[in-house]
Each structure stands twice: as structure tokens, then as C-alpha cells.
């Protein structure tokens, strides 16, 4: 029973989808020529159940670079199993913190948060989920602990969203503002998350140390072989790789406005030997870095190609042999499907709500319980379309259009995006819709009900607290 405990959870949740279409009439929005938006109310557009078959291989069409991302990375750890530095490099971190394992744990949910804050790498920082895991449960702690390291820190760093475009950048676009709106209080509330964090993570940490570690680690680290076998050329790969990775996504031309990246874009695209564009036809279409921010077309697959020559690069320098190669991709693919299929079926849900609009139906009766702007109903509404809605872009899409049309006096806008971007990434600790927790609970084999008797403490005070800055926002 408890082996299928995230799918009976995800099935429970597209049945619950399911019924808010026969239960609730469609609402949606329409910008009409003169870009105003105008509310559409529309009769019950029921999802029958011969029809729901057909979104699973929807989400695979929309959301295929979710998919393929995670399964490059299963590739790319499937192929570092295979070779003696990977593992010793894990030895030597264990070996490096033996006795300050907290200072471990400390100083990786700092980093993964100020890097996803800063960058809005949000499934690309599951590229070191994998190694991050494997360290954890290596010091002798549990599942738990690794889950709420990795997951809670990501989030963190999604509530807390600096710079980050791939966070901010619908919230921006409808609400008329620019990364540097209330980039104080976002700080503040970075903060505050990664202090909440570390101290839970702490707290728990010694409660929740592994009574069978070889068993439980088997899984997740490679067996030991050569152990003189120099991890160095493997950090490097590694490092150089992740580098890449967060230069990416920051968004230099927008937020600090430096053009480097774009000039050297500009440059490579307009070489030319004899005429004829060398590099752009033998690279490809190459975006400035600052510009990889979508989920859905060139740089989410440019993101898997670097990971792939990451792979090869460590087969190079291991000197693994091609069939060991393929070997250790193949395996590492089939062990990142599971997750990877659990994030598509969650997928399913935005799908519901997209093609069958009733959750407006929902915002619009609880904003109106309230004259005017309301921290109240604007927290729910908000935590809402963050489970409705399964990923923040969406989000803003589906609850921004309406906002604007009734809250008219702009100075609450950037409250309102502070809010949107904080309760998300806190209510994603513990949603059945969360693609990143589910996922990460999958390759754990976690049950959904064991993570929420663990996490619920710490995510009622980060609502408590991130309601009280709200408050103080609006009385300022």
C-alpha cells in the first residue's frame, strides 16, 4: 500500500480536478482591443472520463523539457556511478564535515537558495539533488532530512526570488513591475526562510539519523572501488558545468543591465568565414545568457545538451569504455522515470484547469468577500492558484488578469507579487501539486503522508511569519 502512495496521492488530486469541472461554471478573462481585461462567465464545461486519458500525453507534448531534463540527469548520474571518483569524491565530503555535519547542511541550503533567489533555476537545480542526497544519507541521516534539504532549500530560494525571471517574469509582465520591485522585502523574506530552514532542518537532523545506513544507502551511492582514483577532473566537470548552469538564467541585461553576454551572442551568430556563419550553423541557435527562461522551448534543451557533454566528459576523463557509457546512462534513465512520470502526471491538473477554466470561479467568490484589497483573501487565493495551478508562471496567469481588473490602485501591486511568489513556494512544501517535491519524494520513496507529519511545523511558521510581513507591508 504504502509503494503506490504518491500515485494513489496524484490520482485523488486529478479526481478532485475532475469534479471542479462538473461542479463549477467557467470564468475566465479576455483582453479586449483596447487592452483591458474583461470577465467572461460561461456555463459548466464538464471533463468527461473517456477525455482524461487524453492529458497525460498532452503534458508530455507541453511540458516534454521537464521530462527530458530529468531523465538527462538520471543519465548523467548513472554515468558518474560508474566511476571510482564519484564515489570517492562522496567519501571525501562525509570525511571533510565528519563531526560538522551540520555545517553541511547549513551551508547547502544557503547555497541552493541564494543560487535559485538569484538565478530562478528552479527544475534545473535538481541537477544536484542526486549528488546532495547521496551526501546526506552518507553522515547517517535519513530520507527525511535529505528531502527537506533539498526541496526545502530550492523553495526557499523560489520564495525569496530575487532576480530570478523564471519566477518573477509573469508576475512582472501583468503587474507592470521590474525585479528590483520590493527587492528589500524579498530579501528580508529570503532570509527569513533560510533561517527557518536551517533551524528546522537542525532540530530534526538528530531525531531522524538512518538506523540502517548501508541498507539505505545502496540505492543512492556507488559501491567503493578504486579509491586512490582522483576526484579533481571531476569536480571541475562538475563545477564548470553547474557555473554554466546559473550564469544562464541570471538575468544580466534586465536587472544589471550588462550586455557582455549578448554582445559575445551577437558576436558568435555574426561570424562569418567566406560569408557563411560558421559557428551559428555549427552551434546552433544561441541565446545570450540572462535569456534562458523558458520551461517550454530552446533553453530548457540547451540545459540537457550541456549536462549530456558533461557526461561524456566524464567518461573521457574515467576513461570508461563506450558499452560501460551506455551502460550507466541506460541505467541511471531508468531510475530517473519514475520521478520524471510522477511530475507529468501532476502536469495533468494545470492541464484541467487551463482547458476547463473554473478556478477563477473560486477567486472571484473570495476576493468578494472583501471591500477592497484584503491580505486575508488575497493569501488564500494565492495558495490556491498555487495548488490549482502546479507551476508559478501559471499561477500569475490564472489569478493576475482578474486582479488587476478589480484592484485598480497600483501601489498594491507589488505587495501583491511578493505575496504570489512567497505563498507559492511555501504552500509547494507540501501540496499533492508540487512537480519538485513529488518528484524528489519519488526517487526517495518517500510516502506523501510521512512527509507531512515531518514538514507541517515548519511550514505553518513560515506562513505565520510571511503573513505578518505582509501585514506590516500594507500598514507601512
Same mark, same amino acid.
Given at each position: 500500500?504504502?509503494?503506490?502512495?504518491?500515485?494513489?496521492?496524484?490520482?485523488?488530486?486529478?479526481?478532485?480536478?475532475?469534479? %471542479?469541472?462538473? #461542479?463549477?461554471?467557467?470564468?475566465?478573462?479576455?483582453?479586449?482591443?483596447?487592452?483591458?481585461?474583461?470577465?467572461?462567465?460561461?456555463?459548466?464545461?464538464?471533463?468527461?472520463?473517456?477525455?482524461?486519458?487524453?492529458?497525460?500525453?498532452?503534458?508530455?507534448?507541453?511540458?516534454?523539457?521537464?521530462?527530458?531534463?530529468?531523465?538527462?540527469?538520471?543519465?548523467?548520474?548513472?554515468?558518474?556511478?560508474?566511476?571510482?571518483?564519484?564515489?570517492?569524491?562522496?567519501?571525501?565530503?562525509?570525511?571533510?564535515?565528519?563531526?560538522?555535519?551540520?555545517?553541511?547542511?547549513?551551508?547547502?541550503?544557503?547555497?541552493?537558495?541564494? *543560487?535559485?533567489?538569484?538565478?530562478?533555476?528552479?527544475?534545473?537545480?535538481?541537477?544536484?539533488?542526486?549528488?546532495?542526497?547521496?551526501?546526506?544519507? *552518507?553522515?547517517?541521516?535519513?530520507? *527525511?532530512?535529505?528531502?527537506?534539504?533539498?526541496?526545502?532549500?530550492?523553495?526557499?530560494?523560489?520564495?525569496?526570488?530575487?532576480?530570478? +525571471?523564471?519566477?518573477?517574469?509573469?508576475?512582472?509582465?501583468?503587474?507592470? %513591475?521590474?525585479?528590483?520591485?520590493?527587492?528589500?522585502?524579498?530579501?528580508?523574506?529570503?532570509?527569513?526562510?533560510?533561517?527557518?530552514?536551517? &533551524?528546522?532542518?537542525?532540530?530534526?537532523?538528530?531525531?531522524?539519523?538512518?538506523?540502517?545506513?548501508?541498507?539505505? /544507502?545502496?540505492?543512492?551511492?556507488?559501491?567503493?572501488?578504486?579509491?586512490?582514483?582522483?576526484?579533481?577532473?571531476?569536480?571541475?566537470?562538475?563545477?564548470?558545468?553547474?557555473?554554466?548552469?546559473?550564469?544562464?538564467?541570471?538575468?544580466?541585461?534586465?536587472?544589471?543591465?550588462?550586455?557582455? &553576454?549578448?554582445?559575445?551572442?551577437?558576436?558568435?551568430?555574426?561570424?562569418?568565414?567566406?560569408?557563411?556563419?560558421?559557428?551559428?550553423?555549427?552551434?546552433?541557435?544561441?541565446?545570450?545568457?540572462?535569456?534562458?527562461?523558458?520551461?517550454?522551448?530552446?533553453? &530548457?534543451?540547451?540545459? =540537457?545538451?550541456?549536462? %549530456?557533454? $558533461?557526461?561524456?566528459?566524464?567518461?573521457?576523463?574515467?576513461?570508461?569504455?563506450?558499452?560501460?557509457? #551506455?551502460?550507466?546512462?541506460?541505467?541511471?534513465?531508468?531510475?530517473?522515470?519514475?520521478?520524471?512520470?510522477?511530475?507529468?502526471?501532476?502536469?495533468?491538473? %494545470?492541464?484541467?484547469?487551463?482547458?476547463?477554466?473554473?478556478?477563477?470561479?473560486?477567486?472571484?467568490?473570495?476576493?468578494?468577500?472583501?471591500?477592497?484589497?484584503?491580505?486575508?483573501?488575497?493569501?488564500?487565493?494565492?495558495?490556491?492558484?498555487? /495548488?490549482?495551478?502546479?507551476?508559478?508562471?501559471?499561477? $500569475?496567469?490564472?489569478?493576475?488578469?482578474?486582479?488587476?481588473?478589480?484592484?485598480?490602485?497600483?501601489?498594491?501591486?507589488?505587495?501583491?507579487?511578493?505575496?504570489?511568489?512567497? +505563498?507559492?513556494?511555501?504552500?509547494?512544501? *507540501?501540496?499533492?501539486?508540487?512537480?519538485?517535491?513529488?518528484?524528489?519524494? =519519488?526517487?526517495?520513496?518517500?510516502?506523501?503522508?510521512?512527509?507531512?507529519?515531518?514538514?507541517?511545523? +515548519?511550514?505553518?511558521?513560515?506562513?505565520?511569519?510571511?503573513?505578518?510581513?505582509?501585514?506590516?507591508?500594507?500598514?507601512?
Amino acid at each position: 500500500m504504502k509503494k503506490h502512495n504518491l500515485l494513489k496521492v496524484i490520482l485523488i488530486t486529478i479526481v478532485v480536478a475532475l469534479l %471542479l469541472t462538473w #461542479l463549477l461554471p467557467t470564468t475566465s478573462t479576455q483582453m479586449d482591443s483596447y487592452g483591458q481585461y474583461t470577465v467572461i462567465e460561461g456555463a459548466r464545461e464538464q471533463l468527461g472520463l473517456l477525455d482524461l486519458f487524453t492529458y497525460p500525453t498532452l503534458t508530455l507534448y507541453y511540458f516534454t523539457t521537464v521530462f527530458v531534463f530529468v531523465l538527462v540527469t538520471g543519465a548523467f548520474y548513472g554515468v558518474l556511478s560508474k566511476t571510482s571518483a564519484y564515489r570517492n569524491l562522496l567519501d571525501k565530503i562525509v570525511k571533510k564535515f565528519k563531526g560538522k555535519e551540520s555545517i553541511f547542511l547549513a551551508l547547502t541550503i544557503f547555497c541552493i537558495a541564494i *543560487l535559485t533567489s538569484l538565478s530562478g533555476l528552479n527544475y534545473a537545480m535538481l541537477f544536484l539533488f542526486p549528488m546532495v542526497i547521496s551526501v546526506i544519507l *552518507l553522515m547517517g541521516y535519513n530520507k *527525511l532530512v535529505a528531502a527537506s534539504v533539498t526541496v526545502g532549500s530550492l523553495l526557499v530560494g523560489i520564495m525569496g526570488t530575487t532576480y530570478g +525571471l523564471e519566477n518573477l517574469g509573469g508576475m512582472t509582465s501583468y503587474l507592470g %513591475l521590474t525585479a528590483q520591485s520590493e527587492i528589500l522585502t524579498k530579501v528580508l523574506i529570503l532570509a527569513v526562510g533560510i533561517v527557518l530552514l536551517v &533551524f528546522f532542518v537542525l532540530t530534526t537532523a538528530k531525531k531522524n539519523k538512518s538506523k540502517n545506513k548501508n541498507e539505505l /544507502i545502496a540505492s543512492y551511492v556507488p559501491e567503493a572501488k578504486d579509491k586512490k582514483k582522483s576526484v579533481w577532473p571531476l569536480v571541475v566537470i562538475f563545477d564548470l558545468t553547474l557555473l554554466v548552469m546559473v550564469l544562464a538564467y541570471i538575468p544580466w541585461e534586465s536587472a544589471f543591465n550588462i550586455t557582455l &553576454f549578448s554582445d559575445i551572442a551577437d558576436w558568435i551568430s555574426n561570424f562569418s568565414i567566406f560569408n557563411f556563419p560558421i559557428l551559428s550553423k555549427v552551434l546552433g541557435t544561441i541565446l545570450p545568457y540572462g535569456q534562458w527562461t523558458s520551461l517550454t522551448q530552446t533553453p &530548457f534543451f540547451n540545459l =540537457a545538451s550541456i549536462i %549530456l557533454i $558533461a557526461s561524456v566528459l566524464v567518461a573521457l576523463c574515467s576513461k570508461l569504455k563506450l558499452n560501460d557509457y #551506455l551502460e550507466g546512462a541506460i541505467s541511471g534513465v531508468k531510475k530517473a522515470l519514475k520521478p520524471a512520470l510522477i511530475m507529468m502526471a501532476l502536469y495533468t491538473v %494545470l492541464l484541467i484547469m487551463t482547458f476547463h477554466p473554473v478556478q477563477l470561479t473560486i477567486y472571484k467568490a473570495i476576493l468578494g468577500l472583501s471591500k477592497g484589497f484584503n491580505i486575508v483573501t488575497m493569501g488564500v487565493v494565492g495558495i490556491l492558484a498555487s /495548488i490549482l495551478n502546479v507551476d508559478m508562471a501559471y499561477t $500569475a496567469q490564472g489569478i493576475l488578469p482578474y486582479v488587476t481588473l478589480i484592484f485598480t490602485d497600483t501601489t498594491y501591486y507589488p505587495l501583491i507579487a511578493v505575496m504570489l511568489q512567497s +505563498l507559492y513556494a511555501t504552500t509547494m512544501l *507540501l501540496a499533492p501539486t508540487s512537480v519538485i517535491l513529488m518528484g524528489t519524494l =519519488a526517487y526517495l520513496n518517500v510516502s506523501y503522508k510521512d512527509w507531512l507529519k515531518y514538514v507541517w511545523k +515548519l511550514v505553518v511558521a513560515l506562513f505565520a511569519l510571511l503573513f505578518i510581513i505582509f501585514t506590516i507591508l500594507l500598514l507601512v
